[in-house]
């Protein structure tokens, strides 16, 4: 049994002088309607041209339509999606490498030189930041803590004496106010028992007694004008202004040097104070950001450190073990996190003048390791050199690693965005089919009938492709099961 495409052949040679064409029937049935041309005696009539040409077009049309059953359709499945313009970007597929997020892979070192007192991890262990990685034992950091201490006590007597001072001369200013009122003495003295004054209680308070009792003394001569000579009263005058400017002048002097005494202790007490601060980032820098700050007070563990975690991941390596010794800045651990890794794609010369970082947001990254699995990433930063090994410019991108699929160090493919996006006429990428180097998609074309036709492409990504010519914008194309159609046009060259 011949296919259709073999019968309008078989027909035509068997009838060479006739007109064909192709009816559509009922039910999806294709009748061949032939009609005669009558013979010219004097050679090939006009219409034998015109014929021969509509029997080639006739023929082509014939055998770029594939006709599916309702069943063949349901099989295949196919599923169509309309020509679009849309904004296209070119892209380059480039090879890259996996490796640590560098922000999230800790090399474990100490400032200080010290001893390895335990160790409490090994390589591959989990740990969570604030864990414990190993106890070490460094006299330089038992020194910065005790500076510590001692810096303390010392802020400590500072303080209790700026509060004295600050408490002198705030009464000092009291009393001061109350002998304007001329109290007894011994008003004064009850008022002021409790009330810290330093030595300045004795100079004032008998320096006010002297001026009272002279001026009581003044007052009594005047009382006895007449009675007295006039070079006694002058003299007890003169006591009392001398009395009362020594009052004074002892006021003003003790009112000084309380301030100054309270202004220097202030000025010791801050200086306590930044020694302290100063000491306590001298242990923080013996320490370094991996070890616990604390000042131990002074028994055996004041030179003990603990060695944290600063970082959630796992322990990629381990160089110490129990009771060696390290020097300063060694490498101990090293801790990663591989939640997200960086992936550095290599963009070589020819291509760099095509790539514009700022107007690229995301990058696909796949790996042969990882078969299936196309995952976007986050484009960070551009390599300031070309890489000595392949003389490119790596491009680091920041990938997803929650699921743990990739490991640092396996080899990538990295698709990049090039160039600024343009318009341009696209299909989906699986409704292009090729054969014998001729790209062509399948056009619905009424019910169960669906139009090869061969296209030219241009550019193409990672989901569309470009079409130059062959088909119009709106033009439904077969985008799922294209691959069916072609292999039922294939098939129609032979018999069923």
Known sequence: MLNLAACYARLRALVPRSRMALVAGA?????IAVSLIAANPFGHSTATKVGAVEEQQELAQLESVVRLTPAQTAKARLQTTSAEVRALQDERRVPGRIGY????RLEVRMPVDGLVSQVLVTPGDAVKKGDRLAILSSVAVGLARDEI?????????ARRERDWAAEIATNLEALQATLKNHPQVEEIEREYQDRPLGNHRDKIVSAYSRYLFAEGTYRSSESLTGALPRNTIRERKSDKEVARANFLGICEQSRFEAAQRRDLAQANLEHAERLVAVNRQKLRLHLGPFA???TTPLDASLCEVVLQSSIDGFVEQRFVTDGV?????????VLANVDTVWVSAQIYAREWADFDLRSVTNVT?????VPDQRLPATPLFVSVGTSPQSHAVPVVAELDNAAGRFKPGMFAWVTIPFGAPRRALVVPEGAVMRHESQAFVFVAA????YRKTDVSLGMATEHWIEVLSGVQEGDPVVSEGAFYLKSEWLLRGQDD
Do not use: H, M, W, Y
Not at 101 to 104: A, P, Q, V
């Open 101 to 104: 997020n560098e922000s999230r």
């Open 446 to 449: 009424g019910e169960g009938a």
């Open 27 to 31: 039910g999806g049935t294709i009748f």
């Open 292 to 294: 616990e700050l604390s």
């Open 149 to 157: 201490v001692k810096a303390e006590a010392d802020c400590a007597i």
């Open 365 to 369: 990254v796949d790996c042969p390791a």
């Open 325 to 333: 010794q390290f020097n300063a800045s060694q490498n101990l651990f």
